[in-house]
């Protein structure tokens, strides 16, 4: 199955924020195996997803980015046993940040993302991609 | 062992525009045609060579070749570069090759920045060259963006001390003291019951060689009382730690005739290799509080001190058995999930010596999987060789037993293999196969900081690239503490936590990474938000100026930054990720082709 945009395509930007131990080892074995997914999905690794600031979260959006997802490290992260619900509550403040500027709250995904969780990470990209694609055109229609 | 650094301002953004312009090498790597057979790569390096603070701009076949790492060390001795970024593949790969050519030309080894241009672009875009380009130089662009903004760092240098603490008097608690005794480590073992050996100790014949449990751990620990850098303590817990990694010191509690004892010592590391509880059924579980329905380690002491020519269950000739295999284990969500992975060949081995005792003895083996993988197959072709019977149920449709009134018990059963009839198998004894449940980790958490997974067993830092390794420094797990798993692959992590130990211990001196959490003491106003968010106790507050302030022990800190968005004031960074890394990369991130427009 192909993901790839074509030339010149206008998919929407996508910001992944990954981990060094968990997600982004997931992410690397969706490349090693070609799964393909939209090249407008760029990869910016943190130790742990709840190190992030909420405030990245929204710069991101405000730079120029259509959609941020956080794949975080779930029940697997090794610094902390509370990460999951950590990095919800990062989520949950980002989003009351973006409420405040009227950006929709679609546009910012998580979930958690094992090592070799190759397949899913192709999925979930190419579901967002499409998600934001759907947003941008009602939004365009209205 | 170190100290708390004294804080220091964390530079920002703004902090940054006085200082001269940076001189970074950028080198964009072909990796063959992996990457430039998908990539642009001579469009990303024209993009990136007028870049702000870029100076040397750079497309090598093959970056991480002999060849290009001395070029890259003339370039930033010859060209006094003060920044270095290798485009090419995943970090995992190549990260320390180029931190060590950053070493040998003298540059400081974090202001190297690895990009990841192929296992996350060119592999993944293969059908879209031009997309796979822009993002590449929006990659690069983010790299650059942090080398700009990076600082010097050092590793943290910390003296260890060539001891360490084993916590668990098991096999492989006992096996991991000899290991380390052979490589020239004095080994503490301490164990919280009154004698040594653990679970295994108690066994008679295991496998898969019917070596007899307790006379290999008799071997061990003869072997462990000829030796004088061994020193083991029964009848005592690990009750306390403090200090920093390679230098800690650990408090032991000895119960003495009814009195405690406490002990303190230095260690470099500490291996906990603590083992498993046998998962106990509830009343009525498959049958259990019914005369004649035991657990498998109930079965196996039976088996074990059974004489030649017949098994007995409270004085009664048992002429008949039926093994219910996975209970407590591969349990619905929110039960044990987890397969215990060693209980179908512990079982398959114990009815194997039952035939041994009785080969009149009728055995059925009520399954849903069996999992004697490996060699142990063929131990479950000999038990099926020698008689057994096996009879496979639905996850959904587990067997249920039954007292009969006229004595014995009845099993009823839905038999997949056979159209999916019902039998009712009258026997003798029921064997529930009982899996490994995680000990209660309570003490050793709050002791060590160690992280517990959601199935309650200890957390290695990655399953299969550091397996033994935990998040806190020094500190490895082995064995049955950190999931189910048989003796022999038990005694192997022992030993991986041994060969960790001397990697750690042996030279005398460990480097940690410097990329821990920072406190701008300008910016703190003391709050205490950030003291609580530190599961490793990394946080204190000091007194700064007359004021309470919060301070980070380098040596003791993670890097997880955990603490960074719990801060109301933003006075904390992460070094390496520091708020104005972050945000000068996302800009550059995107800062491609179209315009940076909010999005509504």
Redesign the interface.
């Known amino acids: 199955m192909?993901g790839?945009?074509?030339?010149?395509?206008s998919s929407p930007?996508i910001?992944v924020f990954s981990t060094i131990?968990i997600s982004?080892?997931g992410?690397?074995?969706?490349?090693?195996r070609?799964?393909?997914?939209?090249?407008?999905?760029?990869?910016?690794a943190?130790?742990?997803s709840?190190?992030?600031?909420?405030s990245?979260l929204v710069?991101?959006?405000?730079?120029?980015?259509?959609g941020v997802f956080v794949a975080s490290d779930g029940?697997?992260?090794?610094?902390?046993?509370d990460?999951a619900e950590?990095t919800a509550h990062?989520i949950s403040?980002a989003q009351a940040i973006m409420a405040e500027?009227?950006?929709p709250a679609q546009?910012l995904k998580m979930a958690a993302l094992c090592?070799v969780c190759a397949e899913p990470f192709a999925n979930y990209m190419r579901e967002f991609s499409a998600a934001l694609t759907r947003l941008d055109e009602s939004?365009s229609v209205a | 062992m170190t100290t708390p650094d004294s804080p220091e301002p964390v530079a920002d953004a703004s902090a940054t525009s006085g200082k001269p312009e940076r001189r970074i090498g950028v080198y964009i790597c072909h990796c063959g045609g992996n990457i430039s057979d998908y990539v642009d790569v001579e469009a990303v390096r024209e993009a990136l060579k007028d870049e702000p603070g870029v100076v040397v701009s750079e497309s090598p076949v093959f970056a991480c070749s002999d060849g290009t790492q001395h070029d890259m060390i003339d370039d930033i001795r010859g060209r006094n570069l003060d920044g270095l970024v290798v485009a090419s593949c995943s970090p995992k790969l190549h990260q320390v090759t180029f931190r060590n050519v950053a070493k040998r030309a003298d540059l400081n080894q974090y202001a190297y920045t690895q990009v990841n241009v192929r296992e996350q672009d060119s592999w993944a875009h293969p059908h879209d060259r031009s997309g796979a380009t822009e993002k590449a130089i929006g990659l690069v662009r983010a790299g650059v963006a942090k080398t700009r903004l990076s600082d010097p760092l050092e590793p943290l240098v910390v003296q260890t001390v060539p001891r360490a603490l084993v916590v668990g008097g098991g096999i492989t608690g006992l096996r991991a003291a000899i290991g380390l005794a052979d490589v020239g480590i004095q080994a503490v073992v301490v164990e919280r019951a009154a004698t040594l050996g653990g679970w295994v100790g108690t066994f008679g014949a295991t496998f898969p060689d019917d070596a007899s449990g307790a006379e290999e751990v008799a071997g061990l620990v003869e072997e462990i009382r000829k030796r004088r850098d061994i020193t083991t303590y029964t009848g005592a817990e690990l009750t306390g730690k403090s200090g920093s990694f390679g230098n800690y010191t650990v408090e032991l509690t000895l119960h003495r005739d009814g009195s405690d004892k406490v002990l303190s010592l230095e260690v470099g590391s500490i291996i906990v290799a603590t083992g498993f509880d046998a998962y106990s059924p509830d009343d009525g579980e498959f049958g259990y509080g019914i005369d004649g329905v035991v657990t498998l380690p109930e079965f196996k002491a039976m088996v074990d001190a059974a004489p030649s020519g017949g098994l007995t269950w409270r004085g009664r000739q048992v002429r008949s058995i039926a093994y219910v295999y996975c209970v407590g284990s591969r349990q619905e969500a929110g039960g044990n999930e987890y397969c215990s992975k060693y209980c179908c060949t512990a079982t398959i081995h114990a009815s194997l010596q039952v035939g041994t005792v009785d080969p009149s003895i009728r055995q059925y083996h009520l399954y849903r999987d069996i999992r004697a993988y490996g060699r142990n197959e063929l131990l479950y072709n000999a038990s099926r060789e020698a008689g057994s019977t096996y009879v496979k149920f639905a996850d959904d449709q587990p067997p249920s037993v039954a007292a009969l009134p006229t004595g014995g018990l009845a099993v009823t059963v839905t038999d997949l293999l056979t159209e999916s009839r019902e039998l009712t198998i009258g026997v003798d004894l029921v064997v529930l196969v009982t899996g490994m449940v995680p000990r209660d980790p309570s003490r050793l958490v709050e002791v060590l900081k160690l992280p517990v997974g959601s199935d309650g067993f200890f957390n290695e830092i990655h399953p299969k690239l550091r397996p033994v390794e935990t998040v806190v420094d020094g500190v490895m797990i082995a064995g049955c503490c950190q999931s189910p798993r048989t003796v022999g692959e038990s005694v192997s992590a022992g030993l991986a936590a041994v060969a960790q130990s001397a990697a750690l211990l042996k030279k005398g001196f460990a480097e940690l990474e410097p990329l821990v959490a920072r406190v701008n003491p300008e910016k703190c106003t003391g709050s205490g938000e950030c003291l609580s968010s530190c599961p490793y106790d990394a946080i204190t507050s000091i007194e700064w100026e007359g004021r309470s302030i919060a301070s980070v022990d380098p040596a003791t800190c993670k890097g997880c930054g955990g603490c960074v968005p719990v801060c109301g004031r933003d006075a904390i960074d992460l070094l390496g990720y520091t708020d104005a890394q972050m945000r000068a990369a996302i800009e550059e991130m995107v800062a491609t082709e179209r315009p940076k427009e909010p999005v509504a």
């Not at chain 1, 070609?34 to 910016?44: D, I, N």
Request: with cysteine.
């Open positions: 192909s790839a945009a074509g030339p010149g395509d930007r910001l131990n982004d080892p992410i690397d074995l969706a490349g090693s070609h799964l393909e997914y939209p090249a407008t999905v760029q990869t910016m943190v130790p742990c709840s190190g992030l600031k909420p990245w710069h991101a959006l405000d730079s120029g980015f259509d029940e697997e992260c090794a610094y902390l046993p990460c950590r990062i403040q500027r009227g950006i546009r090592s939004a």
